[in-house]
Structures are given as C-alpha cells and as structure tokens.
T-cell receptor
C-alpha cells in the first residue's frame, strides 16, 4: 500500500513553454502533498505544501506564479512550471502524507525536467 | 531555520557494517526519520525513531539517537550491494508541518 505515482517520469521542453506534472496517491487519500526539487547530488528542497481544497503554502524564495500548484482532489496534486527556462531543469519529486504524521510521507518516483 | 547535516560519502565493503551520521539543530522534533533514495528514484521511508527513545532496531537497521548532542545515526548491519543509495535523515520542522532533509550520504558498497 501507500503508492504514489508521478507523471511524466521525464520531460524535455523548449524554453518558454509550460509543463504540468501530476502526482497521484493510488491507494490512499492524502489531504496534504508536498512538492520538492532536487539538484544533482543535493538534498531535497521543499517548494510548497499542497492541501486539498485550499491554496498551496510556498516556501520562501519559491515563486508561486511560476510554480502553480493545484490540489484538485484527495488523490491528485499538480505542479505546473510556467514559462520554463533552462535554470528550471531539475528533478521534481512529490510526496503524499499518510495520516497525521508529517514524516510518514510516501514519495513519487520523481520527474526529470530538462528545459532546452 | 533547522540545519540538518550529514557527511556526503561513505564507502564500505560488502558484509561490513555501515554507520551514517546526522546532526540537527531543532530539539523539539518528536520523530526523526531515515529515508533511502536509489538512483533516479523517489525516496523510500526506511525507519523512524521517537525522540524519547535512545535506540530502535529493525532487522538489519539500528537507529541511535543522542538527544543531548542532537545526533542521530543509522547503522546497517551486513551491508549488501543493494544497500548502495543515498540516505537522508529528516526532521519535522515548521511546527511539525513539514520535513527538513539532511544533505544526504551516498553509500557505496564495494565487493
């Protein structure tokens, strides 16, 4: 149980276009999902906390207009990178929180975004 | 904010024990976590320890917590090649609403 999927797993897009990444909890309902960004050989950087039915809470320094998050249902959150630029190239990982233990997060397999 | 530090690399021989260390600054954390990340994949929750415990053992994994020194360690007994991965400790922060991850330790297991 507690499986989280992400789609797509890899995407290459041109500079200036927008890319949507989906995060789904497959066998449980997640009131809270998290979006992280990971640079090569670096730790995970929390971008935002996504709560179903409400606006996402963004971390300091993360542009909310550039990284649009929509938590449409208890099993789906989406991250849209708008007007992508090469510096947005990264590994994006989502996680879904099970129950009320914030550390018990179940992670998706990640999405590798390359902006050319 | 919370600082969570780990050594970047660890190399061990197959069959030996691995010890991965983590230090943190926020002493109000109730649970502390260890995650494993294999190449090109997301993170997998390995184990966790409650802050009022000193030690927790789960098969080959042993977690030690020194709350006074704010030091957490993960010991992997009989390390196998399949244990090669990046290991992250994680500490709840922001009032317990989110996790701060350590810098990650890349474990390499050699034959």
């Amino acid at each position: 149980g507690a499986v989280v999927s992400q789609h797509p797993s890899r995407v290459i897009c041109k500079s200036g276009t927008s890319v949507k990444i989906e995060c789904r909890s497959l066998d449980f309902q997640a009131t809270t999902m998290f979006w992280y960004r990971q640079f090569p050989k670096k730790s995970l950087m929390l971008m935002a906390t996504s709560n179903e039915g409400s606006k996402a809470t963004y971390e300091q320094g993360v542009e909310k207009d550039k990284f649009l998050i929509n938590h449409a249902s208890l099993t789906l959150s989406t991250l849209t990178v708008t007007s992508a630029h090469p510096e947005d190239s990264s590994f994006y990982i989502c996680s879904a929180q099970l129950a009320q233990k914030v550390g018990e997060q179940y992670f998706g397999p990640g999405t590798r975004l390359t902006v050319t | 904010g919370e600082d969570v530090e780990q050594s970047l690399f660890l190399s061990v021989r197959e069959g030996d024990s691995s010890v991965i260390n983590c230090t943190y600054t926020d002493s109000s954390s109730t649970y502390l976590y260890w995650y494993k990340q294999e190449p090109g994949a997301g993170l997998q929750l390995l184990t966790y320890i409650f802050s009022n415990m000193d030690m927790k053992q789960d098969q080959r994994l042993t977690v030690l917590l020194n709350k006074k020194d704010k030091h957490l360690s993960l010991r992997i007994a009989d390390t196998q090649t399949g244990d090669s991965a990046i290991y992250f400790c994680a500490v709840p922060t922001g009032g317990g609403n989110k996790l701060t991850f350590g810098t990650g330790t890349q474990l390499k297991v050699e034959l």
